[in-house]
């Protein structure tokens, strides 16, 4: 067998999808983008309902100054990892604000959230310790779980009854286990049951890492993410986070009162060696952040948009995700709906995520939908009636 | 754990794989879980939570990557057990 031989199913459903599309879904041309809600795709103007830009900062004129101004000031890139040339004065100042918008002692700035993850799950961890994951858990999480060599044991989504079970089960080894959960699901749009998995983490004295890709800037007054809305920040051992959301950069971060934090980064292979985030992208996020920290006004269009999609794709009859968030994703019937609703919806002008298995829970196939901020009511109105044409038209 | 235990834990499994649509009659313990038995990654994950509430243990994912047939499986639950 050779080299390229597993990839040969690949091709051929590429093929597949082309003949029935006209288009790769997963290589989708952005021919340029616009605003934060529209951009060009196949040469007409498209409403974006499928990116993480929640709070629309992608465009906030603030955030493009500071990301302009520190490229004339600092050049393009730091051309080094952290541990090397790469730590400016931005990067140190910006571990600073994220341990002071956490309240925590520690933080470390990360080149993505992806490789926040697998570099601290892996350093954290070793031979001998156990990780305890959520089952939806993102590619992020099961790739650093992986790297590290310990046991990697998942428990049924969002349920605390069987994660209970598998601590119960390890004995002496829950001290040595990390548990790890996410504010708000990427595929689902739900939240993690919080306050019972920190019981359960106090109870058999386990460690817990909170992944807010989803939920920073989404949840809580200061919009620090689940742990805020919920009320256990103090009780969370380590958040994990990425700026490529809610900050409208790339990026990613972890915090913690665990003074041992500081160490981490000198043991975190994805840390030490990777070019540090450019001077641009320090200096935007940081600006973003300040937004974030002041952006209830935001914060409360994001949530109007979110309950009006939500309201509006149940009323016409999809079945929808456990709970309105700002990810909206709608359950298709078949893989086959599924491809052509993603094409209809196009069609009418409206960009969706597709999801398809294994990528969505359950084996399910979704149209996964997200709003932001900066979607204006007309908007939202305009993707509720594209996904009524498109209903009417699988119907026919 | 002796022959006895793993014939018991092998017609457990046969009985929950009869659930996942297989036939008990056309499972035999050399069978490939992926090739012969048709589990894609989703229905096998599925398939080890089920064998974890049966015998009330926790199966790591690191263990599934050396196991190919359903002796393989049959065999790391015992270990699972007796650990």
Known sequence: MGLFD??????????????QLGILPFNVEIEEILTPTTARISGREVLLAGTNNYLGLTF????????????????????????ANGTFAGHLALERELAEFYSCTKAIVFSTGFVANLGVISTLTGPGDVLLIDSDS?????????????????FRHNNPADLEKRLRRLGDRANNTLI???????????????????????????????DEAHSLGVLGHKGQGLVEEADCLEDVDFIVGTFSKSLGAIGGFCVSNHPELDLVRYATRSYLFTASPSPATVASVRQALRILASGLDLRERLWQNARHLYDGLAQLGFTLGPEPTPVVAVYMESKEATLFGWKKLLEQGVYVNLVLPPAAPEGKSLLRCSVSAVHTHEQINHIIKAFSAMSADISL | MSRAGYDEILAEVKKLLARF??????????????????????????????????????????DLSGIHTLKDFVLQIQKEIGA
């Open chain 1, 138 to 154: 993102h590619a992020s999480i099961y790739d650093g779980c992986r790297m590290s060599g310990a046991d990697i044991i998942r």
């Open chain 2, 21 to 62: 649509g297989k036939s008990r009659e056309e499972i035999d313990e050399d069978a490939e879980l992926v090739n012969d038995l048709e589990l894609d990654s989703l229905l096998v994950m599925e398939l080890v939570q089920e064998v974890e509430d049966m015998f009330d243990i926790s199966f790591p994912l690191n």
């Open chain 1, 180 to 210: 790890i959960i996410e504010g708000i699901y990427s595929m689902l749009g739900d939240r993690a049951p919080l306050a019972e998995i920190v019981e359960l983490k106090k109870n058999y004295s386990a460690s817990l890492m909170v």
């Open chain 1, 6 to 19: 597993k990839f040969k199913s690949i091709a051929v459903e590429r093929e597949a999808l082309m003949d």
């Open chain 1, 60 to 83: 906030d004129p603030r955030c493009i100054e500071a990301a302009c101004s520190a490229t004339r000031a600092e050049g393009t890139g730091t051309t080094g990892s952290r541990m």
